[in-house]
Every structure is written in structure tokens, then in C-alpha cells.
């Protein structure tokens, strides 16, 4: 497999895993607020899409013609990150897949070197290449998944990359709780250890 190919297959995964996320959830569950800030998955994935397609259309002359309203001048802020209930989350999942096929169709047609502008970076920063382009996008989608994995925890306890991840240990309800009170008390005694250095001496 060469570099491309790699890259693309890492990236391929990560959008998967965000959207397996949206699996088993009711609409409420998808489009809620699970931080302080209004995270929450269905937005994750709707500006994970929309995203790209500015990354691997517009950057390399290759627009998408899809129009995204929540980008024009006169959008509230975050407009990407939530999804109203005029949108609907089908809308947002043909996006998700529209994005991916139009994203992939200029990865397979250029070579890792070609050049590309990003018109939203800084003037120093925005000439680009499709190698660096794509590591971004990758560490993007694998950021917002990282998310999502913690909003879907929260929702319903569901963990992991998929079901049956190997990478979580197969624990009882009961083994979970006991697992996080031990985690518990070590902060409450780290804490404590640190509470009880001396402080820095004083100055004049």
C-alpha cells in the first residue's frame, strides 16, 4: 500500500467511526447538548463533512457545488456544529457520505504533491499540498471522534470504536463502578499530595 493509499484508508476509518456513533440513538440523543459548549454528535458530524468538502474541493479547484448555509457570510456562529430541527438527520448523513465520495474522487485523481490554496488559513500558511491536506483531515476527523466517543458514553454507557471493541475490557456494571472509584481515590490523593508540598518562597 503506498503513502496515499495509507492515509486515505486511515482516514475512511475515522469518519466510520464517527458516524457509527449516530447507531441505535433516537433523535433527541443525536442532536442534544452533551457539554457546557453544545456538543453533540449529530453536529459533530455535520461539520466534519462540511469541512472536508471546503478541504478537498475549494482548496484544489475542485468545488463540490453543494450549498452549505450554515458557511455563508450571514451564518450565526457554530451554525455547523448543531443541526436545527428544520434539518433532518437523514440530510445530514447523505452530506456525510456526498462529502466522503466528492473528498475521496480528488485524493484518487491527484498526486500527493499537488497544490493546493486554502483561502480561510493565514496568507503565510495557506499554500498547501494534498499530502498536507490530507494528514489534516485525518487528525480532524480522529479529533471530533474522539468526542463523539465520550458524548455516546455519556448518553448511554455504549464505549469503544465499535461493538466488541477489543480495546475495552469486557467489565459487569458493578466491575465499572469499582474500576472508577479506585481511579477516584489515586486523584483524591494525588491531590492531596500536591496540597501538601510547600508553595514557592516568598518574594519582595
Known amino acids: 500500500m503506498d503513502d496515499k ?6 482516514l475512511r476509518l475515522r469518519r466510520a467511526d464517527l458516524l457509527g456513533k449516530l447507531d441505535g440513538l433516537g433523535e433527541y440523543d443525536a442532536r442534544r ?17 462540511s469541512v472536508e468538502l471546503g478541504y478537498f474541493g475549494e482548496t484544489f479547484g475542485r468545488p463540490s457545488g453543494r450549498d452549505l448555509p450554515w458557511f455563508a457570510e450571514d451564518a450565526e456562529p457554530d451554525a455547523d456544529l448543531w443541526v436545527p430541527a ?18 475521496d474522487a480528488t485524493i484518487e485523481a491527484l498526486p500527493l504533491d499537488a497544490p493546493g490554496v486554502v483561502p480561510w488559513w493565514a496568507e503565510e500558511k495557506r ?16 479529533r471530533h471522534a474522539g468526542h463523539a466517543d465520550i458524548l455516546r458514553e455519556l448518553i448511554d454507557g455504549t464505549a469503544g470504536q465499535r461493538p466488541g471493541d477489543p480495546n475495552i475490557p469486557a ?12 481511579i477516584e481515590v489515586a486523584a483524591r490523593e494525588a491531590g492531596a499530595a500536591a496540597q501538601a508540598l510547600p508553595g514557592p518562597p516568598a518574594t519582595r
Open 5 to 10: 493509499a495509507t492515509l486515505l484508508s486511515y
Open 33 to 49: 447538548p452533551m457539554t457546557p459548549t453544545g456538543t453533540n454528535l449529530l453536529g459533530l458530524v455535520k461539520h466534519v463533512a
Open 86 to 103: 428544520s434539518e433532518s438527520r437523514d440530510e445530514i448523513v447523505e452530506l456525510h457520505h456526498f462529502s466522503a465520495a466528492h473528498s
Open 127 to 142: 499554500d498547501v499540498t494534498l499530502h498536507q491536506i490530507l494528514v489534516h483531515m485525518s487528525v480532524e476527523t480522529a
Open 171 to 182: 467489565r459487569s456494571s458493578e466491575e465499572w463502578a469499582e474500576h472508577c472509584a479506585r
